[in-house]
């Protein structure tokens, strides 16, 4: 499967490749060649710890590079009066009798502890292209599903706010 990533999404995420490779990985290097000069390295928590550092740079740089590659782009654009990507949500659910708001976004954005709904989750895909006022039924698996009111749609956009997560 793909990730589906906004044009937005994409280019903050090679930003923040520009600055690993540019910023980060100089400063790494630099740690490493430091506690090297130290002496002996097998006792030598400040290279091991150094090393540990360039590393995970270079994981995180290879991460994004290949969800870059692999992603699946997909527009921020609905119409004015639809729930689409980037969009915060104003909902209604009816077996709880609770409002919540959530914000629709792109699988890598989603979170669901600070309210931002993935598209590929069930209330995700369920939500995209409603109105305020539907009824729509969120399916979770064969044997369960329930039922949310559109209250309010915001054309929030993409603030930029929330990061792109990594594993």
Excluded at 4 to 22: A, F, P, V
Excluded at 98 to 111: A, H, L, P, S, Y
Excluded at 151 to 156: A, L, M
Aim: hydrophobic share 35%; charged share 35%; glycine share 6%.
């Amino acid at each position: 499967m793909h990730n589906q990533l906004t044009q937005k999404d994409i280019q903050r995420m090679q930003e923040e490749i520009d600055h690993r490779k540019l910023v980060v990985r100089r400063e790494a290097l630099e740690a490493v060649k430091e506690a090297r000069a130290q002496g002996d390295l097998s006792e030598n928590f400040e290279y091991y710890a150094a090393k540990r550092e360039k590393n995970r740079n270079e994981s995180r740089i290879r991460f994004l590079e290949r969800m870059i590659r692999t992603a699946e782009v997909i527009s921020d654009e609905s119409a004015e009066d639809e729930i689409g990507v980037n969009n915060t949500v104003e909902l209604f659910f009816e077996e709880e009798g609770v409002t919540e708001r959530m914000k629709i976004v792109t699988t890598m954005r989603g979170n669901s502890l600070e309210g931002l709904v993935s598209t590929e989750s069930p209330i995700g895909k369920a939500l995209l292209g409603h109105k305020e006022g539907d009824r729509v039924e969120v399916a979770v698996n064969n044997g369960y599903s329930y039922h949310v009111v559109v209250r309010k749609i915001e054309k929030t956009g993409d603030d930029g706010t929330d990061r792109i997560r990594s594993f």
